[in-house]
């Protein structure tokens, strides 16, 4: 079956340190796609970024940056000089094929705490 | 807003009465998704439109739930005889068909809380 572990609960850093959070998936589908959103108190998870299986190039946008790799069936996410209101929960998802469409699996999340 | 509307934003109901959770997509997503999220948890899927089909249901939707998405446009999605165990926060998302992959939006979601 489909499984998304991310290992970290709970991360605490200092504003402008560098942050990363792992996710490592587990999957029987040659073709699928990976997922990160956000979750800020609200509620409301917040879609950051799709990456295809066939893609492995990594991805940089703004601060934030993937590095997707196959070998190791690892996706994680990368807060370059992180802000307070980078605090947020932050969870991988994976792709997962139904008969009638896909739906995602997610990861517990990681608690990400940015203290000024 | 043109994002996904979940209302109400929280509910607070007694064990054993119905309640209904309403979900409007984004205009032009043809599939709308319920997830279950408990604390600290990630959410978990637990059903499937296709404009106004449901198409999937996982194990987790107890013969207690049901959702209907009438005209493939809001959902409903209704709990019966609540229990303390139902308490969770109800997601719902919309996506496009294609292109496969397709990202997921999120509503802010309704907080459940049986007592």
């Known amino acids: 079956a489909q499984k998304v572990t991310q290992a970290q609960t709970e991360i605490s850093v200092v504003e402008k340190e560098d942050v990363t959070l792992d996710c490592v998936y587990e999957t029987r589908d040659t073709t699928y796609y990976l997922f990160w959103y956000k979750q800020p108190p609200s509620g409301e998870l917040v879609f950051l970024i799709r990456r295809n299986s066939f893609d492995e190039q990594n991805e940089i946008s703004g601060r934030y940056s993937w590095n997707f790799q196959k070998s190791t069936s690892s996706f994680n996410f990368t807060i370059t000089a992180s802000q307070v209101v980078d605090s947020a929960v932050y969870f991988c998802?994976?792709?997962?094929?139904?008969?009638?469409?896909?739906?995602?699996?997610f990861g517990a999340g990681t608690i990400l705490r940015v203290k000024s | 807003d043109t994002g996904v509307s979940q209302n109400p934003r929280h509910k607070i109901t007694k064990r054993g009465q119905n309640v209904t959770f309403r979900c409007d997509p984004i205009?032009?997503?043809?599939?709308l998704y319920w997830y279950r999220q408990t604390l600290g948890q990630g959410p978990e899927f637990l059903t499937y439109?296709?404009?106004?089909?449901?198409?999937?249901k996982s194990r987790l939707l107890s013969d207690r739930f049901s959702a209907e998405r009438p005209k493939g446009s809001f959902s409903t999605l209704e709990i019966q005889r609540t229990e303390q165990g139902d308490s969770a926060m109800y997601l719902c998302a919309s996506s496009l068909g294609l292109p496969r992959g397709a990202e997921a939006f999120f509503g802010q979601g309704t907080r459940l809380t049986v007592v």
């Open positions: 439109f296709q404009n106004e089909a449901q198409l999937e």
């Open positions: 998802a994976l792709s997962e094929e139904m008969e009638y469409g896909n739906k995602l699996v």
């Open positions: 205009s032009e997503h043809n599939r």
